[in-house]
Structure formats: structure tokens, C-alpha cells
């Protein structure tokens, strides 16, 4: 491949590809996300690929790998296409029948479709799925349709005019002037408004400048930066070189954790091609601007995902935060001016180019504009990416999109930001998700992981855990943070183990303003929110922990015994083959027992039950 | 110069200077544990913290890392700035309850002693890092480090073996506010094994970093005064040529 040269060549090249490509042949997309890989997504593309040279449909049929389609409760998901018929679950026994019914004869096969667990009826096409009908995905929505590692696919649909347009029509001011009138706020967690970081760093005294792209994600349950990477890194690459010509810098560099193998893979081959099409490199599209993007591979250390100390790691050092100011778009890497941004804003930078700020600005709320990609885990019957608008509700996206709570259990909490956000009650449902609107509930934006509770969940016990994970990722340079979060895990396990004494919650309190004020970096600063946001919202659980030695959850093993209600029990023995220790007896149709010297805890009848004759108390 | 306002004192200072700095200079008291003059700031033990207004901002910053800027307004003692100090000595109480350092500090805040809700610990390492940083930054050595991460994080020679880079130069020693860590200077350092002893002459020791490195006679009185290693190290580091004779002589008889 020759270097493209101008924004003219790029142009041909797209209509090039466009001509070549029949938009009528079909067109089999596989999603080849983290969660349908764990589905065995590989076995079906290689499957569809052995079945079309079995059957010699090679002229006749596509198949495409693609990143992430974001609905992982269903994986492996199968996209056909020019329609979009929307096929889950699909195995590999399906391969011919697919290929036999729908691609030969234009026919549906029925218990592929998606099917509505309360309405029973299914939908043909992905956007007809209520889980995609509430989404406005604008970012994501390209992932479904190109192969990640094809920069063709990503030029097809439109890939690095963003690009050309800002290089050749506009002013890096003009950028800048776009960037900040969009609105487009940092999607890392801190909610800094993007041009301003920008225009700070360009003014900023100090040469060479430098660029990072962070995607140190790190947080339990979030994996929207990860997707976007695999899904389509390009869109990522585009922001970046954006980015760099806006400041005027020639050195970038991804921050990617290696325990994101797949998301390292892709980025390096899109890095190859963008620079094997002049798109990237020395004299990008000849407008004589150099830049080139280095692909750093972090430990996992969750910590890293803080500017300051992700810098650190970049430069070798350990991975500690210092304190800011200075900021990074300053002095950040090498001492010199860096501009630090999180994988989703950098996908966005495109989008605003293309569209402009005033389109871009029309979505969302007075603070956040955009649209925000959360990933909904947790107790929830349809896990998985969801891009919404700013603005949305929890009750939206939770009981819309995610389809509410499996069997029908009632919300508890939803905790939001990832480890370091916070606990939101049901009185929030209602509450229109945006920057502001979740720092005055307490928690924060985050990342935007989503983990969805129901009523059995503890909080104390929550609180514990995501204390214990901050504690164990704590850097321990700044004491607070070290001693601190180690003290108060301890005393959330004594409230948890039954032996919590007046005045903890206070104590808690106490020392988690001192996290909040003393902390170096923002892990500190955040670390306690678990722990406020539910004695805020969820007091009297800590108090009956606390005062009656109770767990109202019924999930504190140290404070709880399992029996069975002999009245409701009907003999089934779900509860008994289940049993590990077996400590449940009892005849067939006969009311059973449970021996509570044999009794673990583990609360494996208590799930095994379906007549909820299991009692906690 | 920048004029900013320290407990309610107009001062003005160059721009670099650090809040702790020109408090000290002013003689306001600031307690500090990892700070240490002759080193870069650090900003870990957050005892020096104060409370800062700018704009409308209120917030708490480490006096000593944080350089003051034109109309800061700097408060030593509020009451936010002195509950995070407290908070933090408490904390290091709990854990190092037999550091001298801590125990003074802690008398000083009125604090007698750790909070009965926290499990007392025994640990002397106050994890102020002033001997990693003191081996980096005025030795040029590397020979010890931080490791691990969290509760867990300790000062080690690489892999807790030998600290091959170690020249026993006991800046580490002489610098440690809690003097955990020691060296000692020993006639014959022999090798003891099962049926033998193998004589391995002066020898300079510091425990902490398992190291044991020959000691270097001084060419006039003939004593052992240092390690051949800083001797080398020296000879290295020196702009100008200097032969290894000549630095081989002990301070006294430099005099």
C-alpha cells in the first residue's frame, strides 16, 4: 500500500473500497468482544468459514469478525447483513441451518431470534431489541460493523475524515473553540472539560509536548474502554492524531493493561496500518505533521489508571501519584506539558469533527453533552455495554435496557463509578445520569461501571469488599490512604462478624474525611465513598448490624443461621443434593432439616429453593 | 515575587518556593515527617498538610509540595487542616506506637495514646522513604527501593538479597528519623561453616540491606575508615580525575 498523500487520495481510496464492496451480498458479522470470545465466538467464525468453503459459497456470502456488539448476556452474537437480522446464542451446530435457511432462502430461524422474557416476542433485527431500542450509540455503534483489524472497514464507513477535515480546514484554535463548545467533558471518571485541558497544554511553555491515550481500565466490572479498543481502535487512533495536531505534539502514547491481550493486539495492528497508509507517522496525509503513537503496556496496577501515577509508569518509575498542581497538561510526562485522556474521549473527538460541537451539544444534560458508555453487570438480566445519552435515568437503563432484575427480585442499589463511586438507593432511580447530578448524590461518574444490586445484597458487606480491593490497590505512598483504608476494613469486618460497637459508624466517618482531605491522588480521595454513600443511604443496616447483631440481607455468615420453614417445604431435595456438607436430611415429599453443626453457610439451598422455604435468621 | 497570605501574615516569596518553606521561614511551625531539607519533596506522611483558598476553592493541600502562587491564602492550623494532621498522627500511632518520632508528634497534637478501636501494630518503619530517596537523589547509588504496594510496602534491597549496589556509605543510616536501619564496622568478618572459619579481615555490615563489603586501609595511619566500594563509587562519580591513592586517606590524617 502506498502512503496516501492528501485528503483527495483518502477520499478516492474510500469510494474505491465502497465500489468493490457489494452492499447487497450478505453479510454474516460475528461479535468477537471479551464476552463472546468466553462464549466460544472463534469456534463460530472459523465454523461459518469452513461451512461457506464446504458449501462453495465464498462468492455469495461474507463473514466478518467483529468487536464488541455489547449485548454479553447473549453471546456469541451473529449480525446478517444487509438487514440486520440479529441472531443470539448462536452455536456452532446453527452454522448450516444459517447458512441453508437465511442466506439461501431468505428465512428466519425462529429460536435464534431474541425472544422478551415477559412480552414472548422476538425481535428480527438488533435494533428492534429493547435492549438496543433505548441506546444512541454513537461511539459503540461502528464496533458491530467492521472488522477491528481491517482499516479498510474502518474507512468504508467513514474512518479518518475527522481527520482530514480538522487538518486541512480548520486551525488548531478552531479545534480547540469546536472541542470546547461541544461540551465533551473527560469520560475517565474526573469529568474535566476536554478543550479547556487542551488549550492549556497548548499555551503551555515547554517542548516536546506529549500525548497519552489511557487505558489503564481497572476498575471490577467495567470493560467499555477495553471493548472500544478491540472493537475499534482506529476511532481511538483518529482522536489521538487529532488531539496531537490541536497542541501541536509529535509523541503519543497508549497506556493499555497487559491483561488486555486482545486490546494490545488490535491497537498494534492498527498503529501498523494507519502508518502504512501515511495516516499516521512522518508528513500525515502531506500535510507535512508528524506523530507517532508507542504502545505501553502496564502491570495491571490500578492505581495507574491515575494520571500522575500512570505517568510515573511510563517514565519508568514506580507507580506512584504526585501531587497536582502542577497538572499534567503543564508538566506532566518528563516534566514537560501532556495531555492525558481516557480511551472514550478520545473516540468522541471524531464524532464532534464530523458533526460538529452544535449537534454534539444537543445531546445530553446543561453539564455533560455526549453520550456515555456504561457497562451494567450485577444482578441484572441483560448484561452488558450500554451507550446512552447523558441524562438518561437509572430507572431507563436499568429496567428498559437491562430488562430488570432476574426473578423479578426488588432493586436494592446500584453503585456506580466503579470502586471508588458510590451506593445509590431506589429513592434515586429517577435520577437523570450526569457528571454533576452523581458527585451531589455522592458517587461519581467514574468509568462508568454499573453494578446493579438486589435485596440480597449487604451493604456493609458490599462496602467491605470494595474497601478490601481499594486497600489491596492502594499504592501506599500517602498514609491516609495506606493506614486509613486499612483501618476502616478492619472495622467494617468487625461490624460484618458480629462485633461492631457503638460508635463505629462515626469513627468510619471520621476517618474517611481524612482520605478525602489528606489523600495525594484521587484513589484516596474517592476511596471512602462506598462506605459514605451507604451509611448515608443504608444506615439502618449498619445500626442492626451493629446494635442486633443481625444481617437484614441475610449475607454476614457470622451473623446468620439457615432452617427450614417445615410448613412451606415440600420435600423436594433440591436443598439436599445441593448441600456440600450434608447437613440436610429428609425423606422425598417429606419437610427436611438442616444440621446446624454440619452447616457451612454457604447458602447454596437458599439459592437451590424454589419455594423460598429456606429461612435466614 | 509573589505576595501571598499565611496565617493572615502578608509575605512575599519566589515563585518555587514552597508553602513549608516560607512558613518556616516565617517561624510558623509545621510538623513534617518525610521531609527533609536536603532532599526533593515528596508529600507522603500528609502531616505537614494546611488549608488553602484560592478562588473559591478551600481545599488541603501538603505544604510541602505545594509552590505558592500570587494571592494564595495559606492557613496552618484551621481546624479542616488540623483534623487531617490528627487524623494521620492517629494513624501512624496505631501502627508504630514505639517510634520516638511518632510518640513526640503525637504528645504534640495532644494525642496520648492509639485509638482503642484500631489493632496496635509494632512496625518501626514509618515509610517516609527518606533513605531510598537520600541513596537516589545525594548518593546517585540505587541500592534500595520501595516494594510492594499498599499495607504491604517496605523498604528492600532488590529481592531482599544483597544490594549489590550498596557502597555502605550509611547515608541511609545517618538519615533514618526512626534509626531502624544500622551498620557496624567489624575487626575480622570471617565466613563461620560447619568445621571452619575462613577470615575475611575489616568489614564494614549493614543489616538492613545484607551487605558486607570490604573495608579500605587508609594509606598513612593504616586504619580501615572506609569501603573500597565508595571509594570506587567516588573515583567514578568524579568530574576530575582523582588517583584511587589519593582518596584512600582517612579524614584525619586529611585533616
Known amino acids: 500500500m502506498e502512503k496516501l498523500k492528501s485528503a483527495e487520495q483518502l477520499e478516492s481510496l474510500r469510494k474505491e473500497i465502497n465500489k468493490k464492496r457489494d452492499r447487497n451480498l450478505p453479510c454474516i458479522t460475528v461479535c468477537g468482544g471479551t464476552g463472546c470470545h468466553a462464549y466460544g465466538c472463534q469456534k463460530v467464525v472459523e465454523g461459518f468459514k469452513k461451512e461457506i468453503e464446504k458449501q462453495k459459497l465464498e462468492n455469495s456470502v461474507n463473514v466478518r469478525p467483529t468487536g464488541c456488539h455489547g449485548f454479553c448476556e447473549r453471546g456469541p452474537l451473529v449480525v446478517i447483513y444487509p438487514k440486520g437480522i440479529f441472531y443470539q446464542q448462536v452455536k456452532v451446530e446453527d452454522i448450516p441451518e444459517i447458512l441453508e435457511k437465511t442466506i439461501m432462502k431468505a428465512e428466519l430461524i425462529e429460536r435464534l431470534l431474541y425472544q422478551d422474557p415477559t412480552t414472548k416476542e422476538r425481535s428480527i433485527y438488533e435494533e428492534e431489541v429493547p435492549f438496543y431500542k433505548k441506546q444512541m ?21 467513514g474512518g479518518y475524515a475527522a481527520l482530514s477535515k480538522a487538518f486541512f480546514s480548520m486551525k488548531p484554535q478552531e479545534i480547540i473553540g469546536e472541542v470546547k463548545k461541544s461540551g465533551l467533558r473527560g469520560r475517565g471518571g474526573g469529568g474535566f472539560p476536554t478543550g479547556e485541558k487542551w488549550e492549556s497544554c497548548r499555551k503551555a511553555e515547554g517542548s516536546p509536548k506529549y500525548l497519552i491515550c489511557n487505558a489503564d481500565e481497572g476498575d471490577p466490572g467495567a470493560y467499555m474502554d477495553r471493548s472500544l479498543l478491540e472493537g475499534n481502535p482506529h476511532s481511538v487512533l483518529e482522536g489521538m492524531i ?4 490541536t497542541i501541536g505534539c509529535h509523541d503519543g502514547y497508549i497506556y493499555v493493561r497487559n491483561e488486555y491481550p486482545l486490546a494490545v493486539k488490535n491497537a498494534i495492528v492498527a498503529i501498523e496500518q494507519a502508518e502504512q497508509y501515511g495516516l499516521l507517522g512522518k508528513n500525515i496525509l502531506g500535510s507535512g505533521f508528524d506523530f507517532s503513537i508507542k504502545i505501553n503496556r502496564g502491570g495491571g496496577a490500578f492505581v495507574c489508571g491515575e494520571e500522575t501515577a500512570l505517568i510515573k509508569s511510563i517514565e519508568g518509575d514506580w507507580g506512584e501519584p504526585r501531587q497536582r498542581p502542577p497538572y499534567p497538561a503543564e508538566s506532566g510526562l518528563w516534566w514537560k506539558p501532556t495531555v492525558i485522556n481516557n480511551v472514550e474521549t478520545w473516540a468522541n473527538v471524531p464524532l464532534i469533527m464530523n458533526k460538529g460541537a452544535d449537534w454534539y451539544s ?3 444534560t446543561e453539564g455533560s453533552k455526549g453520550t456515555k458508555i456504561f457497562s451494567l453487570v450485577g444482578k441484572i438480566n441483560n448484561t452488558g455495554l450500554v451507550e446512552v445519552p447523558m441524562g438518561i435515568t437509572f430507572r431507563e437503563i436499568i429496567y428498559e435496557i437491562g430488562g430488570g432484575i432476574p426473578k423479578n427480585r426488588k432493586f436494592k442499589g446500584v453503585q456506580t463509578g466503579g470502586p471508588s463511586g458510590g451506593c445509590l438507593p431506589e429513592s434515586l432511580l429517577d435520577l437523570p445520569i450526569d457528571f454533576d447530578a452523581l458527585i451531589e448524590a455522592g ?3 467514574g468509568s462508568g461501571g454499573m453494578i446493579v444490586m438486589d435485596d440480597r445484597t449487604c451493604m456493609v458487606d458490599m462496602a467491605r469488599y470494595f474497601l478490601a480491593f481499594l486497600e489491596e490497590e492502594s499504592c501506599g505512598k500517602c498514609t491516609p490512604c495506606r493506614e486509613g483504608l486499612k483501618k476502616m476494613r478492619a472495622i467494617l469486618e468487625a461490624i460484618c462478624g458480629g462485633r461492631g460497637k457503638k460508635g463505629d459508624i462515626e469513627l468510619l466517618e471520621r476517618i474517611s474525611q481524612i482520605l478525602i482531605d489528606g489523600s495525594i491522588c484521587g484513589l484516596g480521595k474517592t476511596a471512602p465513598n462506598p462506605v459514605l454513600t451507604t451509611i448515608k443511604y443504608f444506615r439502618d443496616e449498619y445500626e442492626t448490624h451493629i446494635n442486633e447483631n443481625k444481617c437484614p440481607a441475610a449475607v454476614c455468615k457470622d451473623l446468620i443461621f439457615y432452617d427450614i420453614n417445615a410448613k412451606v417445604c415440600t420435600g423436594c431435595g433440591a436443598c439436599r443434593r445441593v448441600c456440600l456438607s450434608e447437613a440436610i436430611t429428609g425423606e422425598l415429599k417429606q419437610p427436611h432439616a438442616i444440621n446446624l453443626k454440619k452447616c457451612i453457610k454457604c447458602g447454596a439451598c437458599y439459592e437451590a429453593c424454589k419455594f423460598e422455604a429456606i429461612v435466614v435468621s | 515575587m509573589i505576595t501571598l497570605t499565611i496565617d493572615r501574615r502578608k509575605v512575599e516569596a519566589e515563585k518555587g518556593t514552597t508553602i513549608l518553606e516560607i512558613a518556616r521561614e516565617e517561624g510558623i511551625d509545621i510538623p513534617t515527617l518525610c521531609h527533609h531539607e536536603d532532599l526533593l519533596p515528596y508529600g507522603a506522611c500528609r502531616v ?21 502562587e500570587e494571592g494564595l491564602i495559606v492557613e496552618t492550623n484551621s481546624e479542616r487542616a488540623l483534623n487531617v494532621r490528627k487524623g494521620v498522627v492517629e494513624l501512624f500511632l496505631a501502627r508504630h506506637p514505639n517510634v520516638k518520632v511518632i510518640k513526640e508528634l503525637a504528645l504534640k497534637l495532644g494525642i496520648t495514646e492509639p485509638n482503642p478501636r484500631f489493632n496496635v501494630e509494632n512496625d518501626y518503619c514509618i515509610l517516609c522513604g527518606q533513605c531510598v530517596r537520600a541513596c537516589k537523589e545525594i548518593v546517585g547509588a540505587n541500592a534500595i527501593s520501595f516494594t510492594e504496594r499498599g499495607i504491604t510496602r517496605r523498604v528492600s534491597s ?4 544483597t544490594a549489590g549496589d550498596c557502597i555502605a556509605c550509611g547515608t541511609c543510616v545517618y538519615i533514618c528519623p526512626t534509626k531502624i536501619i544500622t551498620m557496624k564496622d567489624v575487626e575480622d568478618g570471617g565466613l563461620v561453616y560447619p568445621g571452619g572459619r575462613d577470615s575475611l579481615g ?39 580525575p582523582i588517583p584511587y591513592e589519593e582518596l584512600a586517606i582517612c579524614p584525619t590524617c586529611k585533616g
Open chain 1, 137 to 157: 450509540r454513537l461511539i459503540f455503534g461502528n464496533n458491530g460493523k467492521i472488522d477491528p483489524c481491517s482499516i479498510e472497514d474502518y474507512i468504508a464507513v
Open chain 1, 242 to 245: 487529532i488531539g496531537a495536531f
Open chain 1, 362 to 364: 444537543s445531546i445530553g
Open chain 1, 443 to 445: 458517587s461519581m461518574m
Open chain 2, 48 to 68: 505537614c498538610v494546611v488549608e488553602i483558598t484560592k478562588g473559591k476553592r478551600r481545599r488541603i493541600v501538603a505544604s510541602c509540595t505545594y509552590t505558592v
Open chain 2, 158 to 161: 532488590p529481592f531482599s538479597e
Open chain 2, 202 to 240: 575489616p568489614r564494614r555490615i549493614v543489616h538492613n540491606w545484607k551487605v558486607s563489603l570490604e573495608m579500605e586501609k587508609c594509606r598513612i595511619c593504616g586504619r580501615p575508615f572506609t569501603t573500597k566500594a565508595k571509594l570506587e563509587f567516588m573515583r567514578k562519580r568524579s568530574k576530575v
